[in-house]
């Protein structure tokens, strides 16, 4: 385990929470960090979420498949951010979503067995149970009936970057809008129309 690795597991860990050297540490030694290729499913359909998983490069997305079989895309992941089935995971059953790497990229691997491990060595690391609730900042963001426009401000103010990982038609179906309703937006948005 080197300090590298150390620093890189408590970088990841500050938004979920406070934790000694001590206690990275012990994190660090049971994650697993693995290469992924571009298009490697992380969690199949049907499958039964066990991980939860960490960016440490690359861009991944989960997927749904309607009845022409065409991709729905439910959410876009960027590096640094932490990401599951949450459905899947909380209740341990099959998943509706596939989760799979959109690039090449590096993952840190999170079990639910390694999180029972680590709660049951300190309960400090009950903090890894607000990992749950940002999967549900999606939800809520949609709950809120934003327009077209408000929806593609807060991608522009909160997650630039899925702009340089992702293609536009991705960023439309993410934000539940037509390619063409979010061209229109973009270019009110750069002739200052809002």
Not at 11 to 37: C, K, W, Y
Not at 127 to 138: F, V, Y
Not at 173 to 186: C, D, F, Q
Request: charged share 15%.
């Amino acid at each position: 385990m080197t300090e590298a690795w150390i620093a890189t597991v408590a970088q990841m860990l500050t938004p979920i929470g406070t934790f000694s050297e001590e206690q990275v540490r012990l994190f660090a030694h049971r994650v697993r960090r693995r290469s992924v290729e571009k298009d490697a499913v992380l969690l199949a359909a049907g499958a039964v979420c066990q991980t939860v998983y960490c960016s440490l490069g690359g861009a991944f997305y989960q997927v749904s498949y309607n009845d022409e079989q065409e991709p729905v895309i439910i959410d876009l992941h960027l590096p640094g951010q932490w990401f599951f089935n949450h459905q899947s995971f909380v209740t341990q059953t099959p998943s509706a979503y596939t989760i799979q790497a959109y690039s090449d990229g590096i993952v840190l691997e999170l079990t639910i067995q390694v999180i029972h491990e680590l709660i049951a060595m300190s309960p400090v690391f009950l903090q890894l149970g607000s990992l749950l609730n940002q999967a549900t900042d999606r939800i809520r963001f949609f709950d809120q009936n934003l327009t077209p426009a408000q929806k593609y401000q807060y991608v522009l103010d909160f997650q630039p970057q899925l702009l340089h990982l992702f293609p536009l038609k991705m960023i439309a179906a993410y934000l539940k809008m037509t390619p063409e309703t979010l061209s229109r937006v973009r270019e009110r948005l750069a002739r200052g129309i809002s």
